[in-house]
């Protein structure tokens, strides 16, 4: 920054919260899609404060990542989109256990982060933490929320199904940790879902632009790369501290649509910004190399969709 911008100690233009949604439709269309995508957006947010105090809480994880299954191609840290290794139904896993949970199959940033740690994504060995220290109870499962483009899908298949899963572990209230662009309206439309049938929830996210369009009871926005919505990678302290600010939120927003943003930056240089999804950025080469890329994909999660059924249980 120079003149008087800089005298002033004024932020770089660039560093404030990327525009997803302008971004990814210029993003698509540049690849040859059409008409724009039309992301869920709601006047009114529905809001249910705890019934108790939150150590006295059941509290369930609500996630976008999948369970990792070595018969998918590459799934590790830094793999490309991988289209087979998605899920389509929702499902549950014990609380008590490690589980292998990957994101490869989402849009997370792979320019600025690479998924080498599933603290990031995955908060739940914190979750457990934060229940031995006798800060929250933590339910008997957590659950996978399916990444659906069509708000139908989500709104009467997998919103119901989250929400008799959270009921028949008796939850209080849920933490839903999303990870793609897609990934942050299906948490948001699921918060939303669960709150109107008394289940008090916060998102935590790195895409505020899309969850305060959906428009949500409770966020916890962290200006971090996509696939980093529960803090820093091989960061304790990072992400400790996202998580117990999510906390934080869920047991004191005073009204919907209370979002607060995590003091925490990425690093010291905003130009990481710059670079999601910016055809701007993008020679032609490239964004045809993209679109096929993205279309093999495509094909291939399609096929394993109808051969299987894909249900991750």
Excluded at 105 to 119: L, Q
Aim: net charge neutral.
């Amino acid at each position: 920054m120079s003149g008087a911008g800089a005298d002033l100690g004024f932020a770089a233009d660039h560093d404030a919260p990327i525009p997803y949604l302008p971004r990814v439709r210029d993003y698509y269309q540049a690849l040859g899609y059409g008409a724009a995508y039309r992301w869920a957006h709601y006047a009114e947010v529905p809001f249910h404060p705890l019934g108790k105090p939150l150590a006295e809480c059941r509290v369930a994880l609500i996630t976008t990542a999948a369970p990792y299954r070595p018969d998918r191609g590459d799934q590790g840290p830094g793999a490309p989109y991988n289209g087979a290794a998605k899920f389509y139904q929702v499902y549950s896993g014990d609380t008590a256990v490690d589980h292998d949970l990957r994101i490869s199959h989402v849009a997370y940033d792979r320019a600025h982060t690479s998924a080498e740690d599933s603290g990031t994504w995955f908060p739940l060995p914190r979750l457990r933490a934060k229940a031995a220290d006798g800060r929250i109870r933590l339910t008997r499962h957590f659950h996978g929320a399916p990444t659906n483009r069509s708000q139908r899908t989500t709104l009467d298949q997998d919103c119901p199904e989250l929400l008799a899963r959270c009921r028949a572990d008796e939850a209080d209230a849920a933490i839903l940790v999303p990870n793609c662009p897609v990934c942050h309206q299906t948490v948001s439309l699921a918060a939303r879902y669960l709150e109107t049938h008394g289940v008090p929830t916060v998102v935590m996210g790195c895409a505020k632009d899309i969850v305060e369009h959906v428009g949500v009871p409770r966020f916890l926005f962290s200006d971090f790369p996509l696939g980093n919505s529960a803090g820093r990678p091989c960061d304790p302290a990072s992400q400790s501290l996202t998580l117990e600010l999510a906390l934080k939120v869920l047991e004191a927003a005073p009204a919907a649509r209370t979002t607060v943003q995590s003091p925490l930056r990425w690093s010291g240089d905003p130009s990481w910004k710059l670079d999601y999804c910016n055809v701007d950025r993008l020679p032609a080469d490239e964004i045809s190399r993209r679109r096929a890329e993205f279309d093999r994909e495509k094909a291939a999660a399609r096929t394993l969709r109808d051969r299987t059924g894909d249900g991750a249980g």
